[in-house]
Structure formats: C-alpha cells, structure tokens
C-alpha cells in the first residue's frame, strides 16, 4: 500500500463540499499554497486550491464547456487528451503540496473530470480515496438561483449531471458517502467516517467552525427523479442501481412536462385583461420545458451511447486484466523455475565449497610436510658443515705433519701431497656440492614460499566464496 494519501471530495457545487473539507483540512490534510480566498457566498472559506480549480475550468473550456454546463464531455474524451496535459496538472500538484503524505483535493469539477485526477495522482504514487457529498437537489437549485440567478430547469440538470458523472467515475474506488445534513448536524460522525476511510486520526472541529446559520435553504418536496439519483449515492460504494441510467432521463422530461401542465393551468386561471403580460411569460416558461424536455430527451441517447462505449471499455479493460494475468502466472513460474536453479546453483556452490575446503586442507597438509622437509635440509646442511669444518681441521694437521717430515720423507711427500691434492680436489668437489646443497635449500625455500603464496591466495577465494555462497543463501531465504 501507498504510504501517501490523496482525499478526493466530491460532489455538486452548494453541496456542503467546502464546509466538510473545511473539517478535513482542519483535521491535518493539507490542502495546497494557493488556497481559495472566502467570499460573500461563502464566508467560512471554500477551501480548494485555486490554481487546481483554474486548471479544470480551463481544461472544460478546451472542451467547450464550464462549470455550469450539464451537457456531457466528448466519447473518450480522457484518451484524448495531450500529455502536456497532464505533465502539466502533475507539475502543478507537486509544486502545491509538495512533499505531503496526507493532501486534500477538493473541486466540483472534479465530479467531471476524475478520470484525469486519479490517473495524474496515482502516477505520483498517491493511495486515492473519494468522499462523495450529496445534498437535495432543490436546496442546490434554490442556492444557485440565490447566488448566480440561475433557472432552477438548468440547476437541476446541472445536479444531475454532476451526480451521475461522479457515480459512473468512482465505480472501483474506494470511499464513502457522507451527506450535506450530516456534516451540518454531526460533524464529528462525519469526520469519523473520514478517519475510518484514510486511516487517519483527525483533529476535532474548531469550536463554531460549523454553522447552523449557513444553510439558507430548506429542501420541501423531493421530486422522485432526484430522491432516485439520491439514493444512488447514498449506497456509494456500492454500485448505482443498474436501471438509474435508463430511468432518470425519462423522470426529467416527465418533470418538465408535469411543470408545461402546471403552466398551463396557470395560463387559464390568469384574467386575460389584467395578465396578459403574465400570460405570455408563463406561455414562454411552458414553451421552454418542452425545449428542455426534449434536449433531455437526447441527453438520454446521447448518455445510453456513453454507456455502451463505457462498456465495450470495460470489455477491453477486462480482456487486458486477462492478459495480465495470464501474464503473471507465466512470470511465476518462470520465477520459480529460476528459483530451483538458483538453488541447485547453491547446491552447487556448497559442493564446490566443501572441495576447496578438502584441497585447503591437503594443501596446509603439504605445506606442514615441505616445512618438515626444510627442516631436514637445514640440519643436513649444519651437518655437512660441520663435516667440512673437520676436512679442514684435518688439512691443516696433514700439512703441518708434511712439513715436518718432508726433509725425511721426500718420496712419501711427493705420495702426500699427491694424496693432499686429492683430498683437495675433494673438497673442492664437497664445497661445490655444499653450494649446490646450498642452492637446492634456496630454490625449495623460493617454491615453498610460492606454495605459501599460493595457499594464501586460494584461502582469499576460499573466503570469497564462502561470503558469496553465505549472500546467496540470505536471498533465498529472503
């Protein structure tokens, strides 16, 4: 599991998003450098990172559209994105939050575009959780109208937009539902639920953080294609019931309808010489549901299209996921494969081991055996050299006795020195054979030192070996 944590809140703008990233942000997420000043609307902070949000209006608007259009994006518009795009959007999360390992992200748009986010910030190696915000679709309509003047037609539909938008994104993600009431009326259960989900222990709310006085506006009847969408979210994450996408179109122009009938009541009940402006108002807001039912009413085929190309790309998905698999199992085997070979190279290695070990020790045997030998030389050599000591000990009695009697015994001198000269050719003969004794001893002195060499050398690989056949067995046992 990824050690960084990246909180996505989602969910419809005047959805109570600010307020529950307020109590997370407050909690210890971090939310960015550039975060959003508070405005009139919303005086406690709308706490989203204002170059994040800048970013996803502008990446929209390369499509044509803004935050408050409920018409869908293009078929596979993801893949159709430049990377720049994306190594933009990555840049831009790196220079906000930098370093962090627990960040929150929060942006309706993002409704829209969680597709992009998910991938950019798994990239950067960020675990994703998603907390998805609901809040009834009138009190967001009755707030838009408030804020931005908008039609409550458009606001509805710019609901329900960015509800079905963010189910169909966050099929497979993992996170919770958290609704509008329950982070005004329990922030700490909220917050607790947060804390489940990211595994994160949050700070508790500063004290009139949450303000029983910002919610203006109170939901009365909920119409039947919202409580349905609603509920749908509410399961999150467990999947949206299968049938919403071919029934909520059709409940949308059924409302628009009911709305034209309404109208039209009004229109007969309305006195023609005192309402005749009225009449023509009310006629053009009857003429304008039935557009809006109709733009619906392709809405639906254009969104049962975005369905099928969803699940031939779930096909696809899964085919590669097989692929992958199949893959993997045959990694796994090569894995094993490679294993047993490395331990009947260990095998081998101990094997190879215990032979040098064998010839270590018939070497130190040799060498042990060469050492006596040298020995044996050496006292050979000081008994030659004593034996030469006495030959020379013996000339020198010799030759005084020659000189002694050489007047007497010319004839045995001659004899003498005849014998002395043969005695000297002797030990010429033993001196040169002492030197060549000499010189033996010498050259197995250098081979036995060689052998020393030799010995020392094989003992390093010995150790090498040893430390190679240790490292290889601490892998396999790891």
Known sequence: MNSRKALLVLGMHRSGTSLLTGLIANGGFSIGKSVMAPAEDNPKGFFENQRIVDFNERLLNSFGLGWSSWQTLPDRWFFSLNPEVSKEATDLVEKEFGDSSEICIKDPRICRLLPFWRSVLTELGFEIVVVLTTRQSDEVSSSLQARDGMGKARADALWLRYNLDAMQSIEGTRGIHVSYQTVLEEPYAALSKVSALTGVDLNAPEEGFVDHALKHHESATIPTWAALVSECCRRFPEKPDPVLESLVFPLIADLAEQEHRVLSQSLEGVSLESSSGKEAALFNQAEEAKRH??????????????????????????????????????????????????????????????????????????????????????????????????????????????????????????????????????????????????????????????????????????????????????????
């Open 293 to 478: 039912a109709i733009s619906l009413s392709t809405e639906l085929e254009s969104g049962r299209k975005y369905i099928a190309d969803l699940e031939r790309e779930r096909q696809i998905k899964n085919e590669l996921i097989e692929q992958q698999e199949n893959s993997l199992q045959e990694k796994t085997l090569e894995a094993e494969s490679h294993a047993k070979s490395l331990m009947t190279s260990i095998e081998d290695a101990r094997e190879y081991s215990q032979s040098l070990e064998e010839t270590l020790n018939r070497k130190e045997t040799e060498l042990v055996e060469a050492s006596k030998a040298l020995n044996r030389k050496e006292s050979e050599l000081i008994e030659a050299s004593k034996a030469l000591n006495h030959k020379e000990s013996e000339l020198v009695d010799v030759s005084k006795a020659f000189e002694a009697e050489r007047a007497q015994r010319e004839e045995y001198t001659q004899s003498l020195l005849s014998e002395v000269n043969r005695k000297e050719s002797e030990l010429v003969d033993a001196h040169a054979e002492l030197k060549q004794r000499h010189q033996d001893l010498e050259d197995m002195r250098r081979s036995l030192m060689d052998k020393t060499h030799e010995l020392e050398a094989e003992r390093r690989r010995f150790r090498f070996q040893r430390k190679m056949i240790d490292m290889f067995k601490r892998e396999d046992n790891v």
